[in-house]
């Protein structure tokens, strides 16, 4: 299965910052069937991008997504207060579908 | 509005069995595959399952193969969580999510709210 690494483990960023996250395959992402989630506490997670860099409906411009291969990136452009939460990686293009350990971004 | 109401988590023995339901509505059931992710307490997300649009294909991660048996009722736009030989391991939130259309290969665009289960003596 790929494994899915997601780096840095924690994020500490002031609102108004410019937040980029790394999530990095053991193996090569078919077709960049590559997704981003967010997390917050006691909530499901929320599907953010997928194919590497399409956005999710509703989803705000500020959130991009880039990448392909095993490298790829998710880059919010400035931070929300709304937006400090956890960020999961996940790949859907090989069984099982795996997802990374998360990033989690948080108030400096 | 596309909603997934999970339901049947609870306090379970190790050994036990347990069923977990997923509600949906606001959108064709029947057209979309279904999956279980579930998330132990404070640790990340984790596949547990799958099943075709049609219920004839399912697949399992390993660590539930044998003992997880997921299915579905079109009729009533309901997935199924079978769990039986629960360990404690097998504490976690559970969540339903919809795949992104009928195929396994797509992302997980609606999730639920989740149903915790324990596992304890």
């Known amino acids: 299965e790929i494994v899915l690494t997601q780096s840095p483990g924690t994020l500490s960023l002031s609102p108004g910052e410019r937040a980029t996250l790394s999530c990095r395959a053991s193996?090569?992402?078919?077709?960049?069937?590559l997704a981003w989630y967010q997390q917050k506490p006691g909530q499901a997670p929320r599907l953010l991008i997928y194919g590497a860099s399409s956005r999710a409906t509703g989803i705000p411009d500020r959130f991009s997504g880039s990448g392909s291969g095993t490298d790829f990136t998710l880059t919010i452009s400035r931070l929300e207060p709304e937006d400090f939460a956890v960020y999961y990686c996940q790949q859907y293009g090989s069984s099982p579908p795996t997802f990374g350990p998360g990033t989690k971004v948080d108030i400096k | 509005e596309v909603q997934l109401v999970e339901s049947g988590g609870g306090l379970v023995q190790p050994g036990g069995s347990l069923r977990l339901s997923c509600a949906a509505s606001?959108?064709?059931?029947?057209?979309?595959?279904m999956h279980w992710v579930r998330q132990a307490p404070g640790k990340g997300l984790e596949y547990v399952s799958a099943?075709?649009?049609?219920?004839?294909?399912?697949y399992y991660a390993n660590s539930v193969k044998g003992r997880f048996t997921i299915s579905r009722d079109n009729s009533k736009n309901t997935l199924y969580l079978q769990m039986g030989s629960l360990r404690a391991e097998d504490m976690a939130v559970y969540y339903c999510?919809?795949?992104?259309?009928?195929?396994?290969?797509?992302?997980?665009?609606?999730w639920g709210q989740g149903t915790l289960v324990t596992v304890s003596s």
């Open positions: 999510a919809r795949a992104k259309g009928s195929g396994y290969y797509l992302p997980f665009d609606y």
């Open positions: 099943i075709s649009s049609n219920g004839g294909s399912t």
């Open positions: 193996q090569s992402v078919s077709s960049s069937y």
């Open positions: 606001g959108f064709t059931f029947s057209s979309y595959a």
